[in-house]
């Protein structure tokens, strides 16, 4: 609430009145206030890593020999931070299980979004040695590319290249800012209205144990949170472009209806899209990507899923769901799925398939460890002979608010446009009613927003 009501317009309006030399600077301090907000003690290490990546970036651009050398140490130890403060509990806690040893070490709290802001770091200084792009004189520009509020902490990751251009030099126009503010309402309400219900209803059903918990149950759980998950991500997403775009940056798209995917590949090309092209861009392409032979292409796309199961998470239900994904895509490049075309019910079967595949993943992304993922995804094939609670306790899990959000979040899922159908002048009135619609949509939202608890976005803790 203060953050939509207090924050943003007075962030926008001081942007608007300000001179452009001074616009970079405002945004600038804005993020740092953002991120101190949160993470009052964290700051510091982002100001360490862009201080890092500045230095490196110089050297790069300065030197001519020993440019692979400079470029290796720079990854390094910006990988050594992310590596520190996300999965050194993690690492601890497997020598212990390992050597039968007891050290109690201190946990290490993890800093919102590092994961966000490393890989663009990271971005900045590979475009840098590669040759794309010149390394960045001025430091605080380059603060403001890696500490930009609107995605500071969960994402898009926007890799330098794309907006380096944007940071010397941009215009907003009345037009950027209704679409920022239409696009930010779009999001706020995917988050408010639909993730937060049926987040309520996932972690309702996760919470039981699975003795007591009807096998369908278990599946309404599973499809609640396939569903919070999109629409918390892609909310936040959607947020980030918009507010984006009202400051005059242009972020790609992070998330194309991945739930109409036909196979696993194609759902990677759909979600989280600013993840899978940055492995592609600087982790699968550099190991040869597909142009090393068919086994080592193989390998290649194991080592991929394996470092963006390690990415999401410092557990070991993270890295299965990496691997789980990247079995599949092996298995369908195996067997030529994502070529292969056909009728109406090979369509559906593919389509079933990748939704049967996701959302087992998704059981594995949400439980608490691996073990209560296994029980969970036992539970929902009926294996627990003591499960046979009654299926009338769905109703206490699910009302008619939650099934309204179930069906909404179905349809929305899918693309919908009327463009091609309605005539330009109808579209215009469309167009226009469309506002309309959002502005009562923002209002219901708010009233959502100020009468419930404080839900954060499930990417908070990448």
Wanted: aromatic fraction near 18%.
């Amino acid at each position: 609430m203060f953050f939509v009501f207090v924050f943003l317009p007075l962030v926008t309006g001081i942007y608007w009145l300000v001179p452009r030399g001074l616009k970079n600077s405002v945004l600038l301090m804005a993020s740092l206030l953002f991120y101190s907000w949160g993470e009052p003690r964290h700051v510091v290490l982002m100001l360490a890593m862009i201080l890092i990546s500045y230095c490196g970036a110089l050297l790069l651009d300065c030197s001519r020999r020993g440019r692979a050398l400079t470029a290796a140490c720079t990854i390094i130890l910006e990988l050594s931070m992310l590596a520190y403060f996300k999965y050194f509990n993690f690492l601890a806690d497997i020598c212990n299980a390992a050597f039968g040893t007891e050290f109690d070490f201190v946990k290490i709290a993890l800093p919102i979004g590092i994961s966000f802001y490393t890989f663009q770091s990271l971005s900045y200084v590979v475009d840098v040695y590669r040759g794309e792009v010149r390394a960045q004189r001025s430091i605080t520009k380059l603060a403001l590319y890696v500490s930009f509020f609107p995605q500071l902490v969960a994402g898009p990751i926007v890799k330098y290249h794309d907006i380096a251009h944007e940071i010397d030099l941009r215009t907003t126009c009345i037009d950027d800012m209704h679409y920022g503010m239409r696009r930010f309402i779009i999001g706020l309400s995917k988050k408010i209205l639909l993730a937060n219900t049926l987040g309520a209803v996932a972690d309702q059903v996760f919470a039981q144990s699975p003795s007591v918990t009807h096998p369908l149950m278990a599946w309404i759980g599973a499809i609640a949170y396939s569903f919070q998950i999109f629409y918390d991500f892609s909310g936040y997403s959607d947020m980030a472009i918009g507010l984006g775009r009202m400051f005059g940056f242009h972020f790609l798209e992070n998330f194309n209806y991945p739930y109409v995917s036909q196979t696993i590949t194609e759902f990677w090309r759909r979600w989280h899209i600013s993840l899978s092209t940055w492995f592609r861009e600087y982790l699968y392409i550099p190991l040869g990507g597909n142009r090393v032979g068919v086994w080592r292409t193989y390998i290649n796309l194991f080592i991929v899923f394996l470092a963006t199961g390690i990415w999401h998470g410092a557990a070991w239900n993270f890295i299965v769901w990496g691997l789980w994904h990247g079995f599949f895509i092996v298995i369908e490049r195996v067997i030529g799925l994502p070529k292969r075309v056909g009728g109406f019910v090979f369509k559906m079967a593919r389509h079933l398939y990748t939704l049967l595949v996701v959302l087992l993943g998704w059981v594995l992304f949400r439980a608490e460890d691996l073990p209560a993922a296994l029980i969970y995804l036992q539970n929902m094939f009926g294996m627990f002979s003591d499960s046979t609670s009654s299926m009338n306790i769905i109703p206490h899990y699910v009302d008619n608010i939650e099934i309204l959000a179930f069906v909404s979040a179905a349809i929305f899922s899918m693309p919908i446009s009327c463009s091609k159908f309605l005539p330009k002048k109808l579209l215009l009135v469309v167009d226009r009613g469309w506002d309309v619609l959002l502005v009562v949509l923002f209002v219901i939202t708010s009233i959502y927003m100020s009468a419930s608890t404080y839900n954060p976005f499930i990417y908070f803790r990448f």
